[in-house]
Protein backbone atom coordinates (compact mmCIF):
# COMPACT_ATOMS: atom_id res chain seq x y z
CA UNK A 1 0.00 0.00 0.00
CA UNK A 2 2.85 2.48 0.72
CA UNK A 3 4.29 2.54 -3.07
CA UNK A 4 0.51 2.93 -4.21
CA UNK A 5 0.03 5.63 -1.61
CA UNK A 6 3.13 7.38 -2.79
CA UNK A 7 2.52 7.61 -6.32
CA UNK A 8 -1.10 8.79 -6.09
CA UNK A 9 0.25 11.58 -3.77
CA UNK A 10 2.79 12.37 -5.62
CA UNK A 11 1.57 12.56 -9.02
CA UNK A 12 -2.27 13.18 -7.95
CA UNK A 13 -5.22 10.87 -9.35
CA UNK A 14 -5.53 12.24 -12.45
CA UNK A 15 -2.33 10.94 -13.62
CA UNK A 16 -2.42 7.78 -12.04
CA UNK A 17 -4.96 4.69 -12.78
CA UNK A 18 -5.67 1.55 -11.45
CA UNK A 19 -4.49 -1.28 -14.22
CA UNK A 20 -4.23 -5.18 -14.05
CA UNK A 21 -2.45 -7.45 -16.48
CA UNK A 22 -5.13 -10.15 -16.74
CA UNK A 23 -5.35 -13.00 -18.18
CA UNK A 24 -1.31 -13.08 -16.52
CA UNK A 25 -2.28 -11.99 -13.49
CA UNK A 26 -4.30 -14.99 -12.60
CA UNK A 27 -1.47 -17.22 -11.72
CA UNK A 28 -0.90 -14.37 -8.41
CA UNK A 29 -4.12 -12.99 -7.83
CA UNK A 30 -7.83 -13.28 -8.78
CA UNK A 31 -9.20 -10.39 -10.39
CA UNK A 32 -11.69 -9.65 -8.03
CA UNK A 33 -8.87 -9.85 -5.26
CA UNK A 34 -7.08 -7.22 -7.12
CA UNK A 35 -9.77 -4.97 -7.61
CA UNK A 36 -11.09 -5.25 -4.23
CA UNK A 37 -7.80 -4.24 -3.12
CA UNK A 38 -7.62 -1.19 -5.38
CA UNK A 39 -10.81 -0.20 -4.00
CA UNK A 40 -9.75 -0.28 -0.21
CA UNK A 41 -6.56 1.69 -1.35
CA UNK A 42 -8.42 4.43 -2.74
CA UNK A 43 -10.73 4.44 0.45
CA UNK A 44 -8.15 4.39 2.89
CA UNK A 45 -6.41 7.54 1.32
CA UNK A 46 -9.73 9.25 1.55
CA UNK A 47 -10.21 10.28 -2.28
CA UNK A 48 -13.27 11.89 -3.40
CA UNK A 49 -15.69 10.34 -6.24
CA UNK A 50 -14.23 12.57 -8.38
CA UNK A 51 -10.48 10.83 -7.61
CA UNK A 52 -11.50 7.56 -7.52
CA UNK A 53 -13.25 7.71 -10.74
CA UNK A 54 -9.88 8.75 -12.27
CA UNK A 55 -8.11 6.42 -10.55
CA UNK A 56 -10.37 3.54 -12.30
CA UNK A 57 -11.14 4.67 -15.50
CA UNK A 58 -11.04 8.77 -16.00
CA UNK A 59 -7.43 8.62 -16.50
CA UNK A 60 -7.33 5.71 -19.37
CA UNK A 61 -10.27 7.30 -20.97
CA UNK A 62 -8.71 10.82 -21.45
CA UNK A 63 -5.14 9.08 -22.22
CA UNK A 64 -5.84 6.45 -24.56
CA UNK A 65 -9.05 8.91 -26.32
CA UNK A 66 -11.50 5.82 -25.35
CA UNK A 67 -15.00 7.15 -25.90
CA UNK A 68 -16.45 8.13 -22.10
CA UNK A 69 -18.86 5.18 -20.55
CA UNK A 70 -21.86 6.24 -17.84
CA UNK A 71 -20.44 4.49 -14.20
CA UNK A 72 -22.99 2.29 -12.56
CA UNK A 73 -24.33 4.33 -9.60
CA UNK A 74 -23.45 2.33 -6.34
Known amino acids: MPFYAYGIEAFGPDRCMFE ?18 FKRIAARLGLSATEKAGLFSGTA ?14
Open 20 to 37: SNFPVDRECVSYRTLWNL
Open 61 to 74: VRVHRLPAVQAPTE
